[in-house]
């Protein structure tokens, strides 16, 4: 790894959870990286607890990091661009973590061949849990692709996907998320509503939606077969696996995926003036 200087922009949730996981890893050093925030007591308690120099001006990153990542909301995405693009030179990235912002946006808005790519992660990034997608824009070559995986990695797993598919993977696993603490949630009213405390609810429920995942991931088992292994005839989990089915609960899964998917289409096609 090339001892490149790393910024963030727009140190929120997001952008906090990029730099704890970067200097979590075995090559992130305080020294490689920065950020800034507008907000002077912001910037000071970020410096404090992370240790880095953050600035009170974006285009202090925007001229002194090698690759800037902007974590602000989409709707300051487009001021911030205007607002730091004449600092910006070739040699450096620009990974953009905004939903519903393309990348062709990003480079009209830039007006230079500056290499942009556009990063999906998810929340659970402050676990260094997410699971990011990574869409490369016009001038982003393998090598750009490669330094964004490095960094995106330090929070998770890191997919190359087509742009096109970028609403496809919001609606998935960038929203992905909330559906499992909704899952979470339900489970835990119904351990209290049949006798359970609500703290012992809740941890079994958390480590059985942690364990089922684990086994998902390292048996590679199509999840049809995991339910398998559970449902014995006449048993417990067949009767449940009736009632969710008579509920529709893979249903409701497809048409919220779905739905979400349609609205970040929406709020991409409202940010490029296409409707
Ligand atoms: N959260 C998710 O699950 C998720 C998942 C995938 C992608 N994303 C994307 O990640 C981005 C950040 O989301 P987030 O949840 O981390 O939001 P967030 O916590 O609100 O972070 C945005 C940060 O930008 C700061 N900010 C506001 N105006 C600024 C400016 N002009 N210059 C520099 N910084 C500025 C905000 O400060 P103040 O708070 O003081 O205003 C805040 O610290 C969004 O674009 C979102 O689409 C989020």
């Given at each position: 790894m090339t001892a490149r200087r790393i910024g963030v922009i727009g140190a929120g949730n997001m952008g906090t959870a990029l730099l704890r996981g970067i200097l979590a890893?075995?090559?992130?050093?305080k020294t490689r990286l920065i950020a800034s925030h507008p907000k002077k007591s912001k910037a000071a308690a970020l410096a404090r607890e992370l240790g880095i120099r953050v600035f009170g001006q974006n285009i202090e990153v925007a001229l002194k990091a090698d690759v800037l990542i902007l974590g602000v909301k989409p709707q300051i995405l487009e001021p911030v661009l205007t607002e730091i693009k004449s600092a910006l030179r070739r040699d450096q990235l620009v990974i953009s973590i905004a939903a519903g912002f393309p990348t062709a946006h990003i480079e009209t808005v830039l007006a230079a061949s500056v290499p942009v790519i556009r990063a999906m992660p998810n929340v659970a990034a402050v676990v260094r849990l997410s699971a990011t997608v990574l869409c490369l824009g016009r001038h982003a070559k393998s090598a750009h692709a490669a330094e964004a995986r490095r960094i995106f990695e330090s929070i998770g797993t890191v997919v190359e996907l087509p742009e096109y598919q970028l609403d496809a993977v919001t609606g998935l696993s960038g929203t992905g998320p909330m559906y499992i603490f909704q899952i979470i949630e339900g489970l835990s009213d119904a351990g209290v509503r049949v006798g359970l405390s609500r703290d012992v609810s809740t941890a079994l429920t958390i480590q059985t939606v942690l364990g089922a995942a684990k086994m998902a991931e390292v048996l590679k088992t199509h999840p049809g077969i995991l339910k398998d292994l559970v449902t014995s005839p006449g048993g417990t989990a067949i009767a449940a696996l009736h009632s969710l089915e008579r509920n529709r609960l893979r249903a409701i899964l497809m048409d919220a995926v779905e739905v979400a998917t349609a609205r970040s289409k929406e709020l991409g096609l409202a940010r490029s003036g296409k409707t």
């Amino acid at each position: 790894m090339t001892a490149r200087r790393i910024g963030v922009i727009g140190a929120g949730n997001m952008g906090t959870a990029l730099l704890r996981g970067i200097l979590a890893s075995e090559w992130g050093t305080k020294t490689r990286l920065i950020a800034s925030h507008p907000k002077k007591s912001k910037a000071a308690a970020l410096a404090r607890e992370l240790g880095i120099r953050v600035f009170g001006q974006n285009i202090e990153v925007a001229l002194k990091a090698d690759v800037l990542i902007l974590g602000v909301k989409p709707q300051i995405l487009e001021p911030v661009l205007t607002e730091i693009k004449s600092a910006l030179r070739r040699d450096q990235l620009v990974i953009s973590i905004a939903a519903g912002f393309p990348t062709a946006h990003i480079e009209t808005v830039l007006a230079a061949s500056v290499p942009v790519i556009r990063a999906m992660p998810n929340v659970a990034a402050v676990v260094r849990l997410s699971a990011t997608v990574l869409c490369l824009g016009r001038h982003a070559k393998s090598a750009h692709a490669a330094e964004a995986r490095r960094i995106f990695e330090s929070i998770g797993t890191v997919v190359e996907l087509p742009e096109y598919q970028l609403d496809a993977v919001t609606g998935l696993s960038g929203t992905g998320p909330m559906y499992i603490f909704q899952i979470i949630e339900g489970l835990s009213d119904a351990g209290v509503r049949v006798g359970l405390s609500r703290d012992v609810s809740t941890a079994l429920t958390i480590q059985t939606v942690l364990g089922a995942a684990k086994m998902a991931e390292v048996l590679k088992t199509h999840p049809g077969i995991l339910k398998d292994l559970v449902t014995s005839p006449g048993g417990t989990a067949i009767a449940a696996l009736h009632s969710l089915e008579r509920n529709r609960l893979r249903a409701i899964l497809m048409d919220a995926v779905e739905v979400a998917t349609a609205r970040s289409k929406e709020l991409g096609l409202a940010r490029s003036g296409k409707t």
